[in-house]
């Protein structure tokens, strides 16, 4: 199931936030999303993470609020 948010990520160019099996959370941008590893750029690095060690990954989605006193 992480895979296809993960896909929608590198199509979108959006951000992501990746639990990894042993516990560690990870967010950046996926530039790929192969059979074997995901390719995850973050702001002081890119890493490979091998695809049997992700848990679960997450879209993160930019939510603008309207300023109330903007009427």
């Known amino acids: ?8 990520a590198v199509r979108s160019k959006g951000p992501v936030m990746i639990r990894l099996m042993n ?7 996926p530039e790929s999303c ?3 590893l ?6 002081d690095s890119v890493i490979w993470i091998p695809v049997e060690d992700i ?3 997450n879209r993160l989605l930019k939510i603008n609020k309207k300023d109330p006193a903007s009427g």
């Open 38 to 43: 995901v390719k995850l750029r973050r702001p």
């Open 55 to 57: 848990m679960r990954a």
């Open 34 to 36: 192969t059979k074997s």
């Open 23 to 29: 516990g560690e959370m990870l967010q950046g941008i």
């Open 1 to 8: 199931m992480w895979e296809k948010e993960v896909r929608a």
